[in-house]
């Protein structure tokens, strides 16, 4: 069972940055896509970036410009660098693995807490 952990959450101040790190536990063959999703309290999971083989990477309309997605293939990880973050960027953030056949995998979340 592939594991996926994540680090890098923390509290930070409107306008500043963090980066959160995922790496999986083990080496992963067949991966798809590696990203992230975001819950807030009281809001549904949504979708903030992903990379799909090949290095095509998307970005929720939210966080273009101001998030950036990378992944170290060879250490199977997936950075998220977040910069100039607003309070509404405020959440849980999981890291989520998309592995051909089995599906994706999700992490156990990192909170994320931006002061105004």
């Known amino acids: 069972q592939v594991q996926l952990v994540e680090s890098g959450g923390g509290l930070v101040q409107a306008g500043g940055s963090l980066r959160l790190s995922c790496s999986a536990s083990?080496?992963?063959?067949?991966?798809?896509?590696m990203g992230w999703y975001r819950q807030a309290p009281g809001n549904q999971r949504e979708f903030v970036a992903a990379?799909?083989?090949?290095?095509?990477?998307n970005y929720a309309d939210s966080v273009k410009g101001r998030f950036t997605l990378s992944r170290d293939s060879g250490e199977n990880t997936v950075l998220l660098q977040m910069t100039s973050l607003k309070p509404e960027d405020a959440a849980v953030y999981y890291c989520?693995?998309?592995?051909?056949?089995?599906?994706?995998?999700w992490g156990q979340g990192t909170q994320v807490t931006v002061s105004s």
């Open positions: 083990e080496s992963i063959f067949g991966i798809e896509a």
């Open positions: 989520t693995v998309d592995v051909w056949p089995a599906g994706r995998y």
């Open positions: 990379m799909a083989r090949g290095g095509v990477t």
